[in-house]
């Protein structure tokens, strides 16, 4: 049994550094092993039937990857999948589904297909709000998609209804005008 325990171990750890090299890649822009990285990083997490966030984080960064490099036809299975074992595992008010969320709705601005988009960020704006609260800078970021999609979309008036129903301290305002990351 000791046997069984150190070999489950073993592959949360390499699991782990796949993850852990695969995402160094995609940052260095070295699309083709961070690629193969992941594919077998969600390979392994799949097996692991007791920890189903595990795959679907592995399922998002695949995802991101694909996104990044525009291959959205490919990303898109992976977010819906992501983001239905965290739906599952979590529950519908919980801030991980919301990052699932926004992260579908951020490929569905690069495809400009701006009506789904809105409604996930939206979604995980709201979820954010109740969860985490107005001052989470995950909030933020939520508040800060929803704005580049109004003005890539031109819908201003949106945007400032969102904002005058949205009060924000300064240092919040600040966290809210960074580059987005989830």
């Not at 969320?101 to 960020?121: G, P």
Request: aromatic share 8%; with cysteine; charged share 25%.
């Amino acid at each position: 049994k000791q046997h069984i325990t150190w070999y489950k171990v073993r592959k949360m750890c390499v699991m782990m550094s796949l993850s852990n090299l695969a995402n160094l890649y995609i940052a260095m822009r070295k699309n083709d092993q961070a690629e193969l990285l992941c594919l077998e990083s969600v390979r392994i997490r799949e097996q692991m039937e007791k920890r189903p966030l595990d795959h679907a984080s592995s399922l998002n960064t695949l995802a991101n990857l694909y996104s990044n490099v525009k291959m959205y036809e490919k990303a898109e299975p992976l977010y819906l999948k992501a983001m239905d074992i965290r739906k599952t595992a979590l529950g519908e008010n919980h801030p991980e589904f919301a990052s699932s969320l926004n992260n579908l709705a951020n490929m569905y601005t690069d495809v400009k297909q701006y009506e789904k988009a809105e409604r996930l960020f939206r979604e995980s704006r709201q979820i954010r709000e109740n969860t985490l609260g107005k001052t989470h800078a995950s909030y933020a970021n939520s508040l800060q998609n929803l704005a580049n999609l109004y003005a890539i979309t031109e819908q201003y008036r949106d945007w400032e209804t969102d904002r005058k129903s949205t009060r924000l301290n300064s240092s919040h305002e600040f966290v809210s005008r960074m580059p987005s990351s989830a």
